[in-house]
């Protein structure tokens, strides 16, 4: 006998109740609120993020690549836009560099890759496979983590100047540049999995694949809170 689907509005609760698995939670990012973070310990977090924002353009190039319809392509391209920038935006990547640079990391040194943890190369590198893998709207799905991020930039915005003040304030327009943009692809990969997981197999596939996505995040802290100490 088949189970009868959740509805649109309780899918998107379910999707909405896995904010408590976020990375924001983790004690790592817990301390870094806080203020209790050393400035190699920013340093370290800042170095190892750094490969999944240089990642993420990739993840959403897969979804292109796998994705064959057009209205979903014209809207799903503009992340790449916004992270690898255009001629008159640098964007997301050049503004992570930049934060880098902020914290007190040569930009080569950063983006040489040499200080990222094997742990967190492994998860990225997961996500990215995921992403080429499976079928788009899977790999759509897998984004909804930017359900919570908005309260996380908004966290940095309200706390690194009271607690980190050796951070340049430049260094945080990665973080105010996010706000808008997380929101709007948000609405649009919401969208996407509402409208393809309709079953309750497939909701409750969707909801693993979230929980996967929160996974790979949270792994990502705990290599770096293991490293710096």
Known sequence: ??????????????????????HTHHPFHL?????????????????????????IPMKDAAVLSNCPHREVRRLWIQRILDQDGTDGEPGGLEAWIRLGEACGINRAELTSLRMVLP???FAVDAYVNF?????WHEAACSSLTELFAPQAHSDRLATWPQHYNWVKPEGLEYFRSRLSQA???????????????????????????????????????????????
């Open 31 to 55: 301390m870094m609120n806080q203020g209790k973070l050393t400035p190699a310990q920013i340093r370290g977090w800042v170095a190892n993020r750094f490969y999944y924002q240089f990642s």
């Open 131 to 135: 992403a080429r893998t499976r079928p």
């Open 183 to 229: 929101r709007r692809d948000v609405e649009h990969g919401l969208s996407v999995t509402l409208d393809y997981f309709t079953t309750r197999e497939l909701q409750e596939r969707a909801l693993e694949i979230l929980q996967f996505k929160l996974d790979v995040l949270w792994a990502l802290l705990d290599a770096v809170q293991a490293a710096y100490r």
């Open 119 to 121: 742990p967190v190369r």
């Open 1 to 22: 006998m088949s189970i009868e689907p959740w509805s649109r509005a309780e899918f998107e609760q379910r999707l909405r109740a896995k904010e408590s698995g976020y």
